[in-house]
């Protein structure tokens, strides 16, 4: 495995301040946010499509510090009723430049739509009751998602170029089971961009998390979530308090190791059970702690994955007769 970074993760920072702390910090790989949800700082996506001296000055310049691209990630929600073209054709955009620099991963929310055609905002139906939820999930997948997806998914191959999909709130694919019904209708060009805070604070066990979606994890992010029992032990999980209000929110996004129990041992399990599920690819830090300053989560963050990265191959090997 490698340890890599979400270019946002150091949203402060010049395009060549940023390169030159992930090398710094002995980070591998980086994931450039092309729009969508970020202000995308460090890519201009329209410049690089229309321009091959810039893509090679990008390249460039990202290989002069010994690193590679793994991924570019166009955030945003592309099935929003009223906002949803202008995202999409950041997704698009972001496809077709993969495809162009020989970047295999696109990662990417799944979208979500309103509840109805009427709808001028997006609907996260949770439960099962009252019984309109199901016909508002009927219409969001069935007439919305799945035609979007499939022609998504033409795209992409056109570029050959995948897509990994983050399971996150306020999204359509939320958790394992949204995940795979997305794959088992678009086919294997989707997967999961596995970041485990978000199922950590739905109450998954990431680890099994991993196992469950042995064979389809395409990208993995490396973030932590702090429960905070003064808050959740009066009012649970949910929460929409904003980042700002931390103090008063039931969780929050912290530097690796400062949140889910256990510490190193449950990343190193969590690393343990990722190649059991056949991945062995990058681990891209998303630095999200508004405690910490971000090059300081970061070095803390890349330091407790070294201490337990599976670098080479399994020793063991099947006694012969």
Same mark, same amino acid.
């Given at each position: 495995?490698?340890?890599?970074?979400?270019?946002?993760?150091?949203?402060?920072?010049?395009?060549?301040?940023?390169?030159? *702390?992930?090398?710094?910090?002995?980070?591998?790989?980086?994931?450039?946010?092309?729009?969508?949800?970020?202000?995308? !700082?460090?890519?201009?996506?329209?410049?690089?499509?229309?321009?091959?001296?810039? @893509?090679? !000055?990008?390249?460039?310049?990202?290989?002069? !510090?010994?690193?590679?691209?793994?991924?570019?990630?166009?955030?945003?929600?592309?099935?929003?009723?009223?906002?949803?073209?202008?995202?999409?054709?950041?997704? !698009?955009? *972001? $496809?077709?430049?993969?495809?162009?620099?020989?970047?295999? *991963?696109?990662?990417?929310?799944?979208?979500?739509?309103?509840?109805?055609?009427?709808?001028?905002?997006?609907?996260?139906?949770?439960?099962?009751?009252?019984?309109?939820?199901?016909?508002?999930?009927?219409?969001?997948?069935?007439?919305?998602?799945?035609? +979007?997806?499939?022609?998504?998914?033409?795209?992409?191959?056109?570029?050959?170029?995948?897509?990994?999909?983050?399971?996150?709130?306020?999204?359509?694919? +939320?958790?394992?089971?949204?995940?795979?019904?997305?794959?088992?209708?678009? &086919?294997?060009?989707?997967?999961?961009?596995?970041?485990?805070?978000?199922?950590?604070?739905?109450?998954?066990?990431? @680890?099994?998390?991993?196992?469950?979606?042995?064979?389809?994890?395409?990208?993995?992010?490396?973030?932590?979530?702090?429960?905070?029992?003064?808050?959740?032990?009066?009012?649970?999980?949910?929460?929409?308090?904003?980042?700002?209000?931390?103090?008063? @929110?039931?969780?929050? +996004?912290?530097?690796?190791?400062?949140?889910?129990? &256990?510490?190193?041992?449950?990343?190193?399990?969590?690393?343990?059970?990722? @190649? *059991?599920?056949?991945?062995?690819?990058?681990?891209?830090?998303?630095?999200?702690?508004?405690?910490?300053?971000?090059?300081?989560?970061?070095?803390?963050?890349?330091?407790?994955?070294?201490? $337990?990265?599976?670098?080479?191959?399994?020793?063991?090997?099947?006694?012969?007769?």
């Amino acid at each position: 495995m490698r340890i890599g970074l979400v270019t946002d993760s150091l949203s402060s920072a010049s395009f060549d301040e940023m390169l030159d *702390t992930a090398a710094r910090l002995g980070i591998e790989d980086v994931e450039f946010a092309t729009g969508g949800w970020s202000e995308a !700082r460090h890519i201009n996506v329209d410049l690089l499509l229309s321009d091959a001296k810039e @893509r090679d !000055r990008f390249s460039g310049a990202v290989r002069h !510090r010994g690193l590679t691209i793994s991924a570019l990630n166009a955030n945003g929600n592309q099935l929003h009723p009223v906002i949803g073209g202008r995202v999409d054709d950041i997704v !698009r955009k *972001t $496809v077709e430049l993969a495809g162009l620099m020989g970047i295999d *991963t696109v990662v990417l929310m799944s979208g979500l739509p309103g509840g109805g055609a009427q709808d001028l905002v997006p609907n996260w139906v949770t439960t099962s009751w009252p019984p309109e939820t199901q016909t508002i999930l009927k219409y969001q997948w069935d007439e919305v998602a799945l035609p +979007y997806w499939h022609d998504l998914a033409d795209h992409g191959r056109r570029s050959d170029v995948r897509f990994a999909v983050e399971m996150h709130g306020a999204q359509l694919v +939320y958790n394992v089971t949204t995940l795979l019904r997305l794959r088992e209708a678009i &086919g294997g060009i989707v997967g999961a961009n596995l970041d485990p805070s978000h199922l950590m604070w739905m109450g998954a066990d990431p @680890r099994m998390v991993a196992r469950a979606l042995s064979g389809a994890i395409h990208n993995v992010h490396a973030k932590d979530v702090r429960f905070q029992p003064h808050v959740v032990d009066v009012n649970g999980i949910l929460g929409a308090q904003p980042p700002e209000q931390a103090a008063d @929110r039931p969780w929050n +996004y912290v530097t690796l190791g400062l949140g889910y129990p &256990g510490g190193a041992q449950f990343w190193g399990q969590f690393l343990t059970d990722l @190649r *059991t599920s056949g991945y062995d690819g990058t681990l891209s830090i998303e630095h999200e702690d508004v405690e910490m300053d971000a090059t300081e989560g970061v070095a803390q963050t890349a330091s407790l994955l070294k201490s $337990v990265l599976l670098v080479k191959p399994p020793s063991w090997k099947p006694a012969t007769i």
